[in-house]
Structures are given as structure tokens and as C-alpha cells.
């Protein structure tokens, strides 16, 4: 993918990732970049920020019908879609005892929100022959989020899900990518550590913790490579093979990492 005068849908586009990514893909030429987001305020901000190529709109991915009216309004105005980018997503920092209302929002936001964006834009791409579907689905979706269950389901949901279409639509032409960062430094992460999350703080205490920015050079990297895993912490792929060589040392390395820092709150 050569963003060159592409046109680009972001999911959860007002801030972080999402408007990292706009702002990067902007800068490499992209004729158009829609920024959508529940935020719509937000999102018209960071498109404004951006420059003429983008637009910011309000967005709620876990509705169907927006999704597809997002996408038709998308094709109208600029008669194709390049690149949609389902980055959308929600941490709970609850275990099994989270409440359903949490269950069911991870679920409907980190993994029917991509079944949406994918159900609407992939005709398109299809009549074309060709098109870029980027998951956002977390290096929790390939590891574990210590310390939060619905995330964990959710995001593994969401890389099943990726490596489905990849397989299904390649040979269509259609190129599928499952974005999975472990730290950086967003909302979500700075919200959860402020909270005192566990696994927040395994995510602080596993590794470097990256900027949006530099997560959205891997991004451009990794689509220009056509890679399906991008990974901007290139140890998580040693930790998967690790994890699937010895499930059960990885699982005894994570405990023993939560009781040391359970231990320092004593």
C-alpha cells in the first residue's frame, strides 16, 4: 500500500492511535483522511489539525447502520475507499466479575466494530479488486491483558477475526493487516495506570511504552510490506513463540511478574 493519494477511514480517529495515524498518513500524501470517532467534537479537531485533506465526523462503530452510511457517504464524496482502518476500541480493567454491561460493550466495540467496518466497505473493495482492511487488535489479542478478561477475549476475538478475512479475501485482492501494539502512550493506558489497573501496569512494567507517533511509522512500514501482523514492539512476537513453545512457563513468567507487583503495593 503506496498512501500516495489514497483514501483513508480511521475508526476511533480523535485522539492516540487513530489521529497518529491520520496525521501520518496525510503526510505521505493521502488524498483523503476521515477521522471518525463517538467524540465527534474531538475528531473534527484532530482533522482540523491535520489540514484540508481531512475531515472529522461522529461515529458510534457499534452501530451497524452508521457504519454503512459512513462508508456510503465516504464512497459518494471521494468514490472509493483505500484503506479503512477499524481502530476503535475499549479496556474494562475487569475480571470475571466485571460487570455484563462491561462484557457486552468490549464485545460489541473491540470486535463486532470491526465485523461492521468489514461488512461495509468490503463490497467496494471487492467490485474493485482491491482494498486494505488495518484491525487495531492489541498484542493482548496474541499474548494476554493481565488483569482484564473482556479485553482479552475481545481482542483475541479480533485477531481471529483478521486472520479469517486475510485468508478468505486475499486472493480477491484485498489486504488485510491486525495492528498489535503493546505499551503506548494513549488515554487508555494513562487512564488505567491513574486507576491503579493491573494490567496497566504489567503493560508499564513489560516494556517500552511508545508514542502514537512512532506506532503509526511501523504502521506505514508494515502496510507497505503488506505484512498481516504489524507490530510496533517487535518482542511480542518473541514472547508468542514463547508462549506457544512453553504455555506453561509464559503463564508461570506473567504470575510471577503480578506478585512482584503486588507484593511493592504491601
Known amino acids: 500500500m503506496n498512501l500516495t493519494d489514497r483514501v483513508v477511514v480511521i475508526t476511533g480517529g480523535a485522539g492516540g492511535i487513530g489521529a497518529a ?42 452501530d451497524e447502520a452508521a457504519v454503512r452510511a459512513l ?107 491486525a495492528l498489535c501494539p503493546q505499551g503506548v502512550d494513549t488515554p487508555m493506558l494513562a487512564d488505567g495506570l491513574a486507576e491503579g489497573h493491573l494490567g496497566a501496569r504489567v503493560i508499564a512494567a513489560s516494556g517500552a511504552i511508545l508514542t502514537p507517533d512512532q506506532v503509526a511509522d511501523t504502521v506505514v512500514a508494515g502496510l507497505a510490506e503488506e505484512r498481516f501482523l504489524i507490530l510496533p514492539h517487535p518482542e511480542v512476537a518473541d514472547y508468542a513463540r514463547r508462549r506457544a513453545e512453553d504455555p506453561d512457563g509464559w503463564q508461570a513468567g506473567l504470575r510471577k511478574l503480578v506478585r512482584k507487583l503486588r507484593a511493592a503495593d504491601r
Not at 472529522?56 to 457499534?62: C, I, N, S
Request: glycine share 12%; hydrophobic share 50%.
Open 71 to 177: 462508508v456510503d457517504e465516504t464512497e459518494r464524496r471521494h468514490g472509493r475507499i483505500d484503506l479503512f482502518c477499524a481502530n476503535a476500541g475499549v479496556a474494562t480493567g475487569g475480571g470475571i466479575d466485571a460487570p455484563d454491561a462491561d462484557w457486552d460493550r468490549a464485545w460489541r466495540v473491540n470486535v463486532l466494530g470491526h465485523l461492521h467496518s468489514a461488512r461495509a466497505v468490503l463490497p467496494g473493495m471487492l467490485r474493485r479488486g482491491q482494498g486494505h482492511l488495518l484491525l487495531t487488535c492489541s498484542a493482548a489479542g496474541v499474548l494476554t491483558a493481565v488483569g482484564d478478561a473482556p479485553y482479552t477475549a475481545t481482542k483475541h476475538a479480533a485477531v481471529g477475526f483478521a486472520e479469517w478475512l486475510a485468508i478468505t479475501y486475499r486472493d480477491a485482492g484485498i489486504r488485510v493487516s
Open 21 to 62: 495515524l491520520g496525521r501520518r498518513f496525510a503526510a505521505e500524501g493521502a488524498a483523503a483522511v476521515v477521522l471518525a470517532d463517538l467524540a465527534a467534537d474531538a475528531a473534527r479537531a484532530a482533522a482540523e489539525a491535520i489540514g484540508p485533506v481531512a475531515s472529522g465526523v461522529a461515529l458510534d462503530v457499534t
